[in-house]
């Protein structure tokens, strides 16, 4: 109206006092490695949120922090961003391995995590966890059936980050899952995502006889594998 403020558009840049978010997760190491797409991801969503009108005009501001894969770290990260900075949400964590450490700080606080990778069980367990995929556990179970129906009952070698709960879950419902349908699983085994390399779990597989694997490990250490 004439004399007024113009309303915000979708074009305009986000003003005032911002909404502050946390985004606790391992950026650095090996599995810093695999999960850094993640954090760009952040990072290009609060861009763009904050130069097409925030959330209700509000600029977002998200404080990202990296606990390198130390469940001690994510925990003092998150109690921190809590009672010091303030964050009314958390958005993003990228913590396959340290989400739980930091979950009763969030539930004591009721202070929500949305989004983040889904790989800890803790997204499905926790009130305050809200995640943005399925839950990642039940997947195994489908591909053993399908290997069976379209491979044939190969014998398989089954191996698993053993550092990860959700992983070691997919690795044994796979394995049982594998049996169940017919399948003969002749090595299942959890791994360490700080192996340099696979030469040995790969000559354990063909020693044993394995005709096909199934790994559930992260992007570098699957190209180590391979």
Do not use: M
Request: glycine content about 12%; proline content about 5%; overall charge neutral.
């Amino acid at each position: 109206t004439t004399g007024g403020t113009a309303a915000a558009t979708p074009s305009d840049p986000a003003t005032g006092e911002p909404i502050v978010l946390g985004a606790v997760g391992t950026k650095s190491g090996l599995i810093g490695a695999a999960l850094e797409g993640g954090f760009r991801g952040v990072t290009v969503w609060e861009k763009w949120v904050n130069a097409n009108g925030g959330v209700q005009g509000r600029p977002v501001k998200i404080i990202q922090v990296d606990d390198a894969g130390d469940p001690g770290k994510h925990a003092a990260a998150v109690r921190k961003l809590i009672r010091e900075d303030r964050v009314v949400a958390f958005i993003g964590n990228i913590a396959p391995f340290t989400l739980s450490a930091g979950l009763p700080l969030l539930e004591e606080a009721q202070i929500p995590a949305i989004g983040g990778d889904g790989g800890d069980v803790s997204w499905f367990r926790s009130p305050v966890a809200y995640p943005i995929n399925g839950q990642s556990v039940s997947r195994s179970r489908p591909a053993a059936r399908w290997a069976i129906a379209n491979l044939g009952k190969l014998k398989a070698a089954v191996y698993y980050v053993s550092e990860a709960e959700a992983s070691t879950v997919l690795g044994r419902n796979f394995a049982d899952e594998y049996r169940k349908a017919g399948g003969e699983v002749v090595v299942e085994a959890g791994v360490s995502l700080a192996n340099p390399d696979f030469t040995g779990e790969v000559l354990q597989a063909k020693n044993s006889g394995a005709e096909l694997v199934y790994i559930l490990l992260e992007k570098s250490a699957c190209n180590r594998y391979f």
